[in-house]
């Protein structure tokens, strides 16, 4: 395979939770992706703005694609998201990940999550397991 990351973007684009959650990944290189993420009101919680858990799903997906350019299997460990600002439910969330710490068994991710406004509204943390 010539291209790796550009392989990785396409076959993320068509998998079904992916497309489930209207999720699209426009950028990768090795250990780096940029993925996008609409908010719906379907996501909304009891104080009508984005659950929690939508922008830690990002979180985890954008940082799962971009240690996939790696060319590694790879299982989360652990995801930790600080959110700073409220995602309202008609928010478009735009994610970029990169490889911070690369081991042998374990690898690590930062992930910053923005809305369209370019305003930081959560930061992610998360670590892999490499099963090969």
Do not use: C
């Not at 068509?14 to 379907?42: C, H, I, Q, S, W």
């Amino acid at each position: 395979m010539d291209n790796w990351p550009e392989f990785i973007k396409n076959h993320f684009n068509t998998l079904p939770y992916f497309k489930f959650m209207n999720a699209t990944v426009l950028e990768t290189d090795r250990g780096y992706a940029k993925v996008t993420l609409p908010v719906k009101p379907e996501y909304s919680n009891t104080y009508g703005i984005s659950h929690g858990g939508v922008v830690t799903a990002l979180v985890d997906m954008a940082s799962g694609v971009a240690l996939r350019t790696l060319k590694l299997r790879i299982v989360t460990i652990e995801v930790t998201t600080d959110y700073f600002k409220m995602v309202s439910l008609t928010d478009q969330l735009t994610a970029k990940a990169k490889l911070v710490h690369e081991g042998k068994k374990i690898l690590h991710a930062d992930i910053n999550v923005f809305n369209q406004d370019e305003v930081l509204v959560a930061r992610g943390k998360v670590i892999y397991y490499v099963r090969g």
